[in-house]
């Protein structure tokens, strides 16, 4: 950094070095260090007691738990004895999300590619401001929107596959009934988490080295061959990275999924019929007729869901640490 | 005679360039094709008796992409044709998301500005049930007002300090231990914080219901973020600054104070008014903790108190039509206020950028 060619030799830097040495010693310094040092810490704190209150609160309803609690088909905490387990929610959490991905990767990848190499110069950073509006859009408000729009549109739907697809097995809708079931509540969470990995997803195509770009035309590529050699190569990372947060959101979100799902625990592989149910949205659900034990319960089946998206976001955030020059992704 | 002529002398001139470029679709044939396929749509769908738009719709665009594709590739070849199905299906894509968004935003300003006066805003709901009309916000309004103020005054300083300390301080383990689980914090769900305050603060402490216990749950919420954001902003900061500070012999603390944090105080508001909007729209943690209730509550130490994104809820759940209108109009004021913050918060991005940033 410094040249090496020394000029005068300076009397002046020996004087202000222990000066300096002082500096971190001043009483304000070391208050200042202390605090901000003290809330870094106090973060960890925080963390570590959400892990072992939850185990601790979920310990003492498992031990008293008499049926299998990652298998069992109900939740009855408060019955004589009390019986619960995760299976139904597990699954109707896992499967929810899996439709909201299918449905909203492919398209958010789309908008991204819209707003960034698609959409008309002029209308671009204006649908990027729309896009990061609608993911501050509160969850309750997407919930009812869903429960009293979303849901009677998609009877309709609902019938329709029925009728054409009911021989696939999950398609086939064997009771009747507003259209409260797991695959309307995947497409809402898609709808939700759509502006979330459409904004990460822009963000590194926008990031694509315009020198590749050019090169690819320059060799007369087409628009969407530019795309495919350039664009989807160096944002794929990008791309699962973003689809793991919104995977992350849509496992943890409650009260979309309460407000649509008509919740119960008997096991269908239909897809179309109403019931089942999703971590978050039993605690929504169960909570007010909990006693104590009961909420030790549901404790006990946040815990699940916490390890979960702590396990989904972790990969994420491995996903994109490793790519050190992207460094967008604090969404 | 004349005319005649100058009709004739481009013509002759147009087999030219056909020779030597490939044929092209005219420009307004994707046009022409997209309503095309929009009136089969519609006239399918009104043939088969289709009570769905949606399916309207998503007929009109499977039609749109095979027809496209079918006519690009006779006229222009298959690479041409890939080309433009990419693009019809980039639009599709962009129309497919624009449906439910726009939907949502019409429904909630339609449904919500028929309800939504000042005696919505200025009454609660004490003394009301579901099949009365009537009623408002006005106890939700002071409810989450208290409870996002109290988060914030304790999840501001916290959030501020940690990311002064990760940028000016932090190196190490510990350093990093904290960037890691800040960001893992900043995805757990609302619920789960909302159960752990629950489990500490209701279960183990055996404190009552209160806006403050929602307080505590949305302060886990907050803090990640704004950690996140102003670290960002702290890391704009030129490093000539700090040094030209030290350099005269400021101490390290007050240059922290009275140059960083100055020059990065535009991008520090916004960061703090994005989570503000976050958290004001949070609905599970205040389900659990605060619970909900029809009267006016000033005091958020003690007993249960209402607040929007709950008030939207549980009138969703009593299920009547005076009641939906209620949860519409919350909900519309709710949007109102987030987007407010929202707008607010970049237009201060704006006007305050640091000009002399990397």
């Known amino acids: ?331 | 005679m004349s005319h005649t002529v100058m009709d004739r002398a481009p013509a002759t001139e147009a087999p030219a360039p056909r020779s030597l470029a490939h044929r092209r679709l005219p420009r307004w044939a994707p046009a022409a094709l997209a309503v095309a396929s929009a009136a089969l749509g519609a006239g399918i769908g009104l043939a088969a008796g289709f009570e769905s738009r949606v399916q309207w719709g998503l007929i009109a665009a499977l039609l749109f992409v095979v027809s496209t594709y079918a006519v690009t590739t006779a006229v222009e070849g298959s690479r041409q044709a890939k080309d433009r199905i990419a693009t019809s299906v980039v639009w599709v894509c962009f129309v497919l998301a624009v449906v439910p968004l726009a939907s949502l935003a019409w429904t909630t300003v339609e449904r919500g500005s028929r309800i939504l006066d000042g005696y919505f805003l200025s009454h609660s709901m004490a003394g009301l049930n579901q099949n009365t009309p009537g009623g408002g916000i006005y106890h939700a309004l002071i409810g989450t007002l208290e409870q996002v103020g109290i988060a914030t005054l304790i999840a501001v300083p916290i959030g501020l300090l940690t990311a002064i300390y990760l940028v000016e301080y932090g190196r190490g383990r510990l350093a990093q231990a904290v960037t890691f689980f800040v960001d893992v914090m900043t995805g757990i769900p609302s619920i789960v914080a909302g159960l752990f305050i629950l489990s500490t603060w209701v279960l183990t402490f055996g404190m009552g219901p209160s806006g403050f216990a929602g307080s505590l749950a949305l302060t886990i919420l907050m803090m990640p973020v704004v950690v996140r954001s102003t670290e960002e902003m702290l890391k704009l900061v030129p490093n000539e600054l700090r040094e030209a500070s030290l350099a005269l012999g400021v101490p390290k603390w007050r240059t922290i104070l009275k140059v960083v944090l100055p020059t990065a105080i535009g991008g520090i508001t916004t960061g703090v008014m994005l989570a503000v909007a976050r958290i004001a729209g949070e609905t599970a943690p205040v389900l659990l903790l605060v619970l909900g209730s029809s009267f006016i509550n000033n005091d958020p130490f003690d007993g249960t108190q209402a607040s929007l994104p709950l008030y939207v809820y549980q009138e969703y759940m009593l299920g009547t039509p005076h009641s939906y209108d209620r949860a519409w109009g919350a909900a519309l004021v709710l949007i109102i206020f987030v987007m407010v913050l929202n707008l607010v918060a970049r237009a201060i991005a704006r006007w305050k950028a640091p000009a002399t940033g990397r």
């Open chain 1, 1 to 331: 950094m410094n040249p090496p060619t020394s000029t005068a030799p300076p009397p002046a830097p020996l004087p202000p070095q222990p000066a300096a040495k002082g500096g971190a010693t001043r009483p304000g310094d070391r208050i200042f260090v202390g605090l901000s040092r003290g809330s870094g810490v106090l973060l960890l704190v925080i963390m570590a007691a959400i892990a072992v209150f939850l185990t601790y609160r979920a310990y003492i309803a498992i031990s008293d738990n008499q049926a299998n609690f990652l298998t069992a088909f109900e939740w009855n905490p408060q019955g004589q004895p009390p019986q619960f387990g995760i299976a139904i929610l597990a699954y109707g959490t896992v499967v929810s999300s899996i439709i909201a991905m299918a449905i909203a990767v492919p398209i958010a990848v789309g908008i991204a590619l819209f707003v960034s190499h698609y959409a008309p110069r002029r209308m671009a950073s204006p649908l990027a401001y729309v896009i990061d509006l609608l993911a501050a859009v509160p969850s309750i408000v997407y919930g009812l929107w869903g429960a009293l729009v979303l849901v009677p549109y998609l009877d309709g739907m609902n019938s329709w596959l029925d009728q054409y697809l009911g021989w696939t097995y999950i398609f086939e809708k064997t009771s009747s009934g507003p259209a409260r079931n797991l695959f309307t509540v995947g497409i809402l969470l898609a709808v939700m988490i759509l502006p979330v990995i459409t904004n990460v997803t822009r963000e590194v195509f926008l990031q694509v080295p315009r020198a590749h770009e050019e090169a690819a035309l320059a060799l007369g590529a087409t628009r969407w061959e530019v795309i495919r050699m350039s664009v989807l190569p160096f944002g794929r990372s990008g791309i699962i990275s973003a689809s793991m947060l919104g995977l992350g959101r849509a496992l943890g979100e409650t009260m979309a999924v309460a407000t649509v799902l008509s919740p119960s625990f008997l096991f269908s592989g239909h897809l179309l019929d109403p019931g089942g149910g999703t971590f978050a949205q039993n605690i929504a659900a169960k909570f007010n007729e909990a006693n104590e034990y009961g909420r030790d319960a549901l404790i006990a089946s946040g815990l699940v869901l916490f390890v979960m998206t702590l396990i989904v976001n972790g990969a994420a955030r491995m996903i994109i640490a490793r790519r050190k020059e992207y460094s967008g992704a604090n969404a």
